[in-house]
């Protein structure tokens, strides 16, 4: 069973302090995707992955950082934790090698607030 | 701006019933269009759909696209309590980003 496992479900982190959430996938997926989700505004994209060491921004990136160093592992980084980033975050993965029908697989989430 | 409307948001029926969800979407460089089963988890995939007309199936659910009138359907026959959960439509686009509508909350009762 394909799987995107994110490191923590739930943290809780100072304003100021330096954040990671960790993502990692076993299905050998080239693509790797960072998204925030937020009452009322849907998932929005942070950072995406098309390989190892490539990222590009997505449409909310301020105030966040990405490292993709292997293939299965794709970081977020909080530069410097602040409250409006208090939100769930989920990671997701997949392959254009997989043909027209493939769909995102999403980790469970990370609940964080930072205080 | 991009947006995706869902309807109803919130439907509760009998087990047994039939059920359509509806999506409409107002999005540019449309990809293609996915509709999502949310449980206490993160979404689980059900269909992505880029071809107007064509029918997607699994087992009681299916789903189409009409890219005329930019909306989507997902139909739920012979309802279980099992398919409780928030439904939600995303569009996406060419700039791989995702447009989720609100989710439509569908209860099924026994």
């Known amino acids: 069973d394909v799987k995107v496992t994110q490191s923590s479900r739930y943290l809780v982190k100072r304003t100021g302090e330096k954040v990671f959430l960790e993502c990692v996938q076993d299905?050998?997926?080239?693509?790797m995707f960072w998204y925030r989700q937020d009452p009322g505004l849907g998932l929005r994209l942070i950072y995406f992955s098309y390989d190892v060491k490539m990222k590009e921004k997505g449409d909310i990136p301020e105030g966040y950082s990405v490292s993709r160093e292997k293939k299965e592992r794709f970081s977020l980084i909080l530069e410097s934790a602040s409250t409006n980033q208090t939100s769930m975050y989920l990671c997701a993965s997949t392959t254009p090698a997989a043909g027209p029908d493939y769909g995102y697989t999403f980790g469970s989430g990370t609940r964080l607030t930072v205080v | 701006e991009d947006k995706v409307v869902q309807s109803p948001l919130s439907l509760v029926v009998h087990e047994g019933d039939t059920v359509t969800l509806n999506c409409s979407y107002e999005?540019?460089?449309?990809?293609?269009l996915l509709w999502y089963k949310q449980e206490k988890k993160a979404p689980t995939f059900l269909f992505m759909l880029t071809s107007s007309g064509i029918e997607k199936k699994s087992g009681r659910l299916s789903s189409i696209l009409d890219k005329k009138e930019l909306s989507s359907i997902l139909n739920i026959t012979a309802t279980q309590t099992g398919d409780s959960a928030i439904y939600l439509c995303a569009v996406f686009d060419y700039g791989q980003n995702f447009v989720f509508g609100p989710g439509t909350r569908l209860s099924v009762l026994p």
């Open positions: 999005v540019t460089n449309f990809r293609s």
């Open positions: 299905m050998d997926h080239e693509n």
